[in-house]
């Protein structure tokens, strides 16, 4: 019983995230001005080094921003499972995630129109980052929610 | 195995041919966790119409990689810690809808000798093989949770010792392929049918020779009817382009949250189960996911491959590698990426992942079952996939294009293993 004990206060002491009632808040972070997803990448290479995983998703999750992407139409195949390239092609990649875009309403028929059916077009978005996953176990997880097209701003 | 549940709520190859080579074993040692995790280490899995019934599918998980046939005393095994899963998705989701579940057991017949066998072995039941391994295979459908037993203290088959233990090794082997309900299973030591060239990571060193021959691995087969895991229990019409006209098959392996050592006597393991191993398509988390990502990747599910790893896909390293090193003429990853990879990995309108799909359409035939359209035993997986990496319209060769030793034609397909004393 001790041991089991001992197991569960472990366990509980080693969670990252305090939520006992009554803990003091952490102020909210500021907002992120024109901070893009290099900014983002940059920030979650620095934490593979420094093991400050659960800073970078305090700083990140929630905020507003706007990025420019690339939408491939095979990667991009309905509102309910659209991915979408954050770098351009790098040779090779440095980063494995592809953002997910939930639409806020009606705008994946905007996405469509504005892409056509190009395998692929550059868009702006705007959007809120709503999931921010990140570890040194798992892999990074980025999906945006409420998002806004506000731009194709090219296509091929 | 000791694995208690009880607190699980609160612990809640390439070898560039005509002229330069590379190889890469398929997924032997392919990551650093998992490197560290032999028995559990999952090296290579495959797909074929069952050559003796066309209404059957034989799937294949191999384990264990790279293993001396002379390796005893305490020849290898499966663990008896672990789960081994071979995981279906039958609608195109690249969500498990069907798992067939292997867990092990071990069994010492004398703890007081070091001989894996006290004499001459001629069966499975033979009192002289001293050290044995059975298994319970289940069937676990997803969205139900239903779980059907289908194989209760079936037995593995032994290590090939050598002529003294076993003076007719496949005799005795043969005994452990099991049938129930239609099902057909067999576990244990095989020849190693993947071949390649592993100078590959002697900077890549690689003139075409056969390396992995006379090398065993654990494999786990089994055969089962293609309606049982169809969607809906019923096979698309021939020539249907659905969803559902193709199955995606993964193997993994799993082990305890948490085990802790004790001095005065066996470990406990505790927690639920935790994936440390996957495969699918050969070759993806060995060449395709960095080194920063390749635990990671093993610990993730095909359904979230393109979030978690799609910029890899999109732009692989492997042609930059080639051209490096080996000149090799390889084309540049075109500006929009690699599209036509990821064209590969969703057939038919599927989720884009990481799985080993094949055609259940009616009127498949074993004939039909070459990569990618599922795995064959025999195929060159290796020259197929550096073809397609470095798409510049030339086929390339990894130089090694065939097994040392020849396929069955009857389970359990693979060739025997190779004797530790021939």
């Given at each position: 019983m001790h041991r089991t004990l001992l197991v569960l206060s472990m366990i509980t002491a080693c969670k990252s995230e305090d939520h006992r009632p009554g803990a003091p808040q952490d102020p909210p972070p500021p907002r992120l001005i024109n901070a893009t997803q290099h900014d983002l990448a940059k920030e979650l290479g620095e934490a593979t080094g420094r093991g400050t995983w659960g800073d970078v998703k305090r700083r990140w999750q929630g905020q507003t921003l706007t990025w420019k992407v690339?939408?491939?139409?095979?990667?991009?195949?309905?509102?309910?499972?659209?991915?979408?390239?954050?770098?351009?092609?790098?040779?090779?990649?440095?980063?494995?995630?592809?953002?997910?875009?939930m639409f806020g309403t009606g705008q994946y028929a905007v996405l469509e129109a504005a892409c056509g059916d190009q395998p692929q077009c550059e868009i702006t978005f705007e959007g809120r980052l709503d999931k921010l996953e990140t570890s040194a176990e798992m892999p990074t997880n980025v999906r945006f929610a409420d998002v806004r097209i506000l731009t194709r701003t090219a296509s091929r | 195995m000791k694995i208690k549940n009880t607190l699980a709520p609160a612990l809640a190859g390439l070898t560039i041919a005509a002229g330069a080579s590379l190889t890469i074993a398929s997924s032997h040692r392919e990551a650093p966790s998992i490197a560290e995790d032999q028995y559990v280490d999952n090296t290579d899995v495959y797909a074929f119409i069952s050559p003796t019934d066309s209404s059957k599918l034989v799937m294949v998980a191999n384990y264990v990689p790279l293993l001396i046939p002379s390796s005893g005393p305490n020849f290898y095994r499966f663990s008896d810690e672990a789960y081994y899963e071979i995981h279906i998705d039958n609608d195109g989701d690249a969500k498990d809808d069907i798992t067939y579940r292997w867990t092990f057991k071990n069994e010492l017949k004398n703890g007081s000798t070091f001989l894996y066998n006290t004499g001459a072995v001629d069966s499975l039941s033979d009192p002289d093989l001293n050290v044995t391994q059975s298994y319970r295979l289940e069937k676990i459908e997803e969205k139900t949770g239903r779980k059907t037993r289908l194989l209760d203290k079936a037995p593995v088959a032994p290590w090939n010792v050598g002529k003294r233990s076993f003076p007719d090794y496949d005799k005795v082997a043969n005994e452990a392929v099991k049938s129930a309900g239609?099902?057909?299973?067999?576990?244990?030591?095989?020849?190693?049918?993947?071949?390649?060239?592993?100078?590959?990571?002697?900077?890549?060193?690689?003139?075409?020779?056969?390396?992995?021959?006379?090398?065993?691995?654990?494999?786990?087969?089994?055969?089962?009817?293609?309606?049982?895991?169809?969607?809906?229990?019923?096979?698309?019409?021939?020539?249907?382009?659905?969803?559902?006209?193709?199955?995606?098959?993964y193997a993994s392996a799993s082990r305890p949250q948490v085990r802790i050592l004790r001095r005065g006597r066996d470990s406990d393991d505790f927690g639920q189960m935790i994936q440390v191993s996957r495969l699918a398509w050969p070759l993806v988390n060995e060449v395709i996911i960095p080194l920063q990502d390749k635990d990671k990747y093993n610990r993730s599910a095909p359904k979230d491959d393109v979030k978690n790893f799609g910029a890899y896909i999109l732009d692989p390293e492997v042609p930059k590698l080639l051209n490096a090193v080996l000149g090799a003429g390889c084309a540049p990853t075109p500006a929009g990426g690699r599209t036509d990879i990821v064209g590969l990995l969703a057939p038919n309108g599927t989720t884009a992942a990481d799985l080993l799909r094949i055609n259940i359409n009616q009127g498949e035939t074993n004939a039909q079952s070459h990569f990618p359209n599922g795995r064959a035993l025999a195929d060159d997986v290796t020259d197929t996939l550096l073809t397609v990496a470095c798409n510049n319209g030339g086929a390339i060769g990894d130089g090694v294009n065939a097994n040392d030793k020849a396929f069955l034609t009857y389970m359990p397909y693979l060739a025997s293993p190779h004797s530790g004393n021939p």
């Open positions: 690339t939408r491939y139409a095979s990667l991009c195949r309905t509102a309910e499972a659209c991915y979408v390239a954050a770098f351009p092609v790098q040779r090779p990649a440095k980063v494995g995630w592809l953002p997910q875009l | 239609g099902v057909t299973a067999f576990a244990g030591p095989r020849d190693e049918p993947f071949f390649v060239d592993l100078h590959v990571f002697d900077l890549l060193g690689v003139a075409g020779a056969p390396t992995t021959d006379g090398i065993n691995v654990m494999s786990l087969v089994l055969e089962v009817p293609i309606t049982d895991i169809a969607k809906g229990g019923r096979r698309p019409a021939a020539g249907s382009t659905g969803q559902d006209s193709v199955v995606g098959i």
